[in-house]
């Protein structure tokens, strides 16, 4: 997406792989289905019902066959925790569902083309505790078969999802580590001070 914004610069690398995304040798078509994305805002496609927005990506990328689409569909909101709650209503809009279901549906899409990598941008921060609940008990099951990169400000939610934590501060990696070493053994006195609410 960087590439599209007007004026946009970058500087350092992103390795996926061992290859930089940024590079010119590298096609960011193919990269994109590489990469599964879930945004902050829940964002299904408004004029796309529940399961056209899971199946949506994998008809972009030529799949035809109706019965692996609604296999991979069946499968998807499976893994996303959403199947049981839809399943009898896969025709409603996708925008119908309540802000937890919605969230849940975007990750049901980005799952669809097999990425490598899902990256989340504070996924739940829009949600109430209930569904965000819902949303990180999903991020530990998919954590299994999926690397999962996650963006949250929220500290306990970094404890509770994730094996690795890297603290960033005014766009610099500050540290990384361990979740348990960052959280509970700093080395970067920034890190220390951020952890221990001294600033925030």
Same mark, same amino acid.
């Given at each position: 997406m960087h590439e599209l914004t007007k004026n946009a610069t970058l500087t350092g690398k992103v390795l996926l792989d061992g290859e930089d995304l940024y590079s010119n040798k590298v096609d960011p078509i193919i990269n994109r289905r590489k990469i599964g994305m879930v945004f902050q805002k829940p964002n299904p496609f408004p004029t796309m019902s529940i399961y056209d927005n899971v199946a949506c990506g994998l008809k972009l990328n030529g799949v035809k066959d109706k019965k692996?689409?609604?296999?991979?569909?069946? *499968?998807? +909101?499976?893994m996303a925790s959403l199947w049981d709650e839809v399943k009898g209503d896969l025709k409603k809009p996708g925008m119908s569902l309540s802000g937890g279901q919605q969230q849940r549906l975007c990750i049901a899409r980005a799952l669809a083309i097999q990425p490598e990598v899902l990256l989340m941008d504070e996924p739940a921060s829009a949600l109430d505790p209930i569904a965000t609940q819902k949303i990180e008990e999903m991020i530990q099951e998919l954590k299994k078969e999926y690397t999962i990169i996650i963006v949250t400000h929220n500290m306990q939610q970094a404890?509770?999802?994730?094996?690795?934590?890297?603290?960033?501060?005014? *766009?610099? +990696?500050?540290?990384?580590?361990?979740t348990k070493q960052i959280f509970e053994n700093p080395r970067n006195e920034i890190t220390a001070k951020y952890v221990q609410g001294q600033f925030g």
């Open positions: 692996i689409i609604n296999e991979v569909v069946e *499968g998807c +909101l499976k404890t509770r999802v994730s094996d690795y934590t890297g603290f960033m501060y005014l *766009g610099d +990696l500050v540290e990384f580590g361990e």
